[in-house]
């Protein structure tokens, strides 16, 4: 459980559409849509329901059977593991596209260069004194 609310939380809420984004409009949030469609079928198909599970079986078995690898591996877990794939493909699908889109545009409206002079010393300028 607190490995799905720290994920949702640090990926969703401070990740994409935390403090700062009104800095830059909303320009390109529509593109974020489908990356958190995928991180809450993450959290609420696979994350949550693991943590119940394993809270349940730390309460009723101990802690220590809680983390055996024969608990993380077993059928249940290994179902809802599986469970999580279209949320993933959601998240990448959405991430990747978008990603590749804005790199189209940014190669198609590609700005020329501005000047085709440069200074002898661009970074240095000399001061004459007012004599």
Not at 19 to 30: H, I
Not at 49 to 62: F, K, N, T
């Amino acid at each position: 459980m607190v490995v799905g609310s720290l994920f949702g939380e640090m990926a969703g809420i401070h990740g994409w559409r935390g403090p700062g984004a009104d800095w830059f409009g909303n320009q390109g949030f529509e593109y974020l849509d489908p990356l958190n469609l995928g991180l809450v079928w993450m959290c609420f198909a696979t994350l949550f329901p693991l943590g119940i599970l394993q809270l349940y079986e730390s309460v009723s078995h101990g802690y220590f059977v809680a983390r055996t690898l024969q608990y993380l591996s077993g059928s249940t877990n290994a179902l809802l593991e599986w469970f999580r794939l279209p949320g993933d493909m959601v998240f990448i699908v959405g991430g990747v596209l978008p990603l590749l889109y804005l790199c189209w545009l940014g190669v198609r409206y590609r700005v020329g260069r501005t000047t085709l002079e440069e200074p002898e010393h661009p970074l240095f300028t000399e001061v004459a004194e007012v004599a």
